[in-house]
């Protein structure tokens, strides 16, 4: 664990953040009961967040779960009806200025401004950052190299295509390169190419950041993200990391193979007493031999495949499906597991 300082003035006073990753005494991002409601319906309720240095944490959930009202309320544009949001220590609605100078946020959909060339939307963004002088003209080159945006510099925004407006908006957030960053989705619309660069972008940054981010797509998690919240219907539902989350799954510990020819080998295996129960998908045409709650089968199913003289082609143990958590959590009828040892 590693101690650092996020130094940040504020009128004549320095303050000086200590922050510490993984499990930080004091977070850099930080929720307490934060909520949000529109009349009677709460779009977020008492939600406790804390994100520290070093951290990606993915914010998941459905649509209209409420991850967007969260981002906005901790972003300062969306005022809370209940609770906190401090980024770098400070309050998100008491110290606005102190808080957006610490904070990266990426909102959904398209820049403002969309009459403005590339370069000129980033040149007045540098400029409403208080990036002037030379070293501002520099952080954009800097940016517009990163997120290649050198093809449509001269373009209109409002004439881009989806996922130059992406960038173009990515390029902005970070321009004067926070230590807190909130990411809306940050690859909606962006090509695989250009989504890798992005990955490579976020990881590259995160450790000496906190960051959230929020998305639909699992893979990017599995690919950016150490910590994942799950929201549902305005509620924190569960938040840990993906192998923690992944070992609620019911594949946990289950084992999965391809093989031709094998309904003789599939009844054999669901009459192990270990075995819960064995299913096939009917796309891949995969086996999965579920385990009993706590049982290691996975030397038992080998050996009856050996013993079958069954010729397996791929045969792997599961870690979990975040995917399968997902979908159990977000139906929220069916009740999780509790973590495995
Ligand atoms: P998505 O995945 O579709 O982007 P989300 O998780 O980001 O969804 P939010 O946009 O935060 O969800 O919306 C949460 C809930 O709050 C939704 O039911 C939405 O309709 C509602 N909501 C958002 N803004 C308002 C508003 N201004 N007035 C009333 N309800 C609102």
């Given at each position: 664990?590693?101690?650092?300082?996020?130094?940040?003035?504020?009128?004549?006073?320095?303050?000086?953040?200590?922050?510490?990753?993984?499990?930080?005494?004091?977070?850099?991002?930080?929720?307490?009961?934060?909520?949000?409601?529109?009349?009677?319906?709460?779009?977020?309720?008492?939600?406790?967040?804390?994100?520290?240095?070093?951290?990606?944490?993915?914010?998941?959930?459905?649509?209209?779960?409420?991850?967007?009202?969260?981002?906005?309320?901790?972003?300062?544009?969306?005022?809370?009806?209940?609770?906190?949001?401090?980024?770098?220590?400070?309050?998100?609605?008491?110290?606005?200025?102190?808080?957006?100078?610490?904070?990266?946020?990426?909102?959904?959909?398209?820049?403002?401004?969309?009459?403005?060339?590339?370069?000129?939307?980033?040149?007045?963004?540098?400029?409403?950052?208080?990036?002037?002088?030379?070293?501002?003209?520099?952080?954009?080159?800097?940016?517009?190299?990163?997120?290649?945006?050198?093809?449509?510099?001269?373009?209109?925004?409002?004439?881009?295509?989806?996922?130059?407006?992406?960038?173009?908006?990515?390029?902005?957030?970070?321009?004067?390169?926070?230590?807190?960053?909130?990411?809306?989705?940050?690859?909606?619309?962006?090509?695989?190419?250009?989504?890798?660069?992005?990955?490579?972008?976020?990881?590259?940054?995160?450790?000496?950041?906190?960051i959230i981010v929020s998305t639909h797509s699992l893979d990017e998690v599995r690919a950016i993200c150490n910590r994942v919240a799950?929201?549902?219907?305005?509620?924190?539902?569960?938040?840990?990391?993906?192998?923690?989350?992944?070992?609620?799954?019911?594949?946990?510990?289950?084992?999965?193979?391809?093989?031709?020819?094998?309904?003789?080998?599939?009844?054999?295996?669901?009459?192990?007493?270990?075995?819960?129960?064995?299913?096939?998908?009917?796309?891949?045409?995969?086996?999965?031999?579920?385990?009993?709650?706590?049982q290691d089968i996975f030397h038992a199913v080998v050996a009856l495949l050996e013993a079958q003289r069954v010729r397996v082609e791929e045969l792997r143990l599961e870690h979990g499906r975040l995917d399968d958590?997902?979908?159990?959590?977000?139906?929220?009828?069916?009740?999780?597991?509790?973590?495995?040892?």
């Amino acid at each position: 664990m590693r101690a650092f300082s996020c130094v940040l003035e504020e009128g004549d006073a320095l303050l000086e953040f200590a922050g510490f990753g993984g499990s930080g005494l004091q977070a850099m991002i930080q929720t307490e009961n934060l909520g949000k409601r529109y009349g009677r319906f709460a779009a977020v309720a008492a939600l406790d967040l804390r994100v520290a240095r070093g951290d990606v944490l993915a914010l998941l959930g459905p649509n209209g779960a409420g991850k967007t009202t969260s981002m906005r309320m901790i972003a300062g544009f969306l005022r809370p009806s209940t609770g906190h949001a401090r980024v770098c220590g400070h309050d998100v609605v008491r110290e606005p200025l102190a808080a957006r100078r610490a904070l990266g946020y990426l909102p959904e959909g398209a820049p403002s401004y969309g009459e403005l060339s590339v370069a000129e939307f980033l040149a007045f963004a540098a400029r409403v950052r208080g990036l002037t002088d030379i070293s501002g003209a520099r952080r954009v080159d800097d940016m517009v190299e990163r997120l290649q945006l050198q093809p449509v510099l001269a373009q209109g925004i409002d004439t881009l295509s989806k996922g130059f407006r992406r960038r173009v908006c990515l390029a902005q957030a970070l321009l004067h390169d926070p230590p807190a960053l909130i990411l809306d989705e940050p690859t909606d619309g962006l090509d695989p190419n250009q989504q890798r660069e992005v990955h490579a972008l976020i990881r590259g940054m995160a450790h000496d950041r906190a960051i959230i981010v929020s998305t639909h797509s699992l893979d990017e998690v599995r690919a950016i993200c150490n910590r994942v919240a799950i929201l549902a219907d305005g509620q924190l539902r569960v938040e840990g990391t993906p192998a923690e989350l992944e070992s609620r799954s019911r594949y946990h510990r289950a084992v999965s193979f391809r093989a031709p020819a094998s309904a003789l080998a599939r009844e054999l295996l669901a009459r192990l007493p270990e075995v819960e129960t064995v299913e096939v998908d009917p796309v891949s045409s995969w086996v999965t031999v579920f385990p009993r709650a706590g049982q290691d089968i996975f030397h038992a199913v080998v050996a009856l495949l050996e013993a079958q003289r069954v010729r397996v082609e791929e045969l792997r143990l599961e870690h979990g499906r975040l995917d399968d958590v997902f979908r159990q959590i977000t139906r929220a009828a069916e009740p999780l597991p509790a973590v495995a040892a």
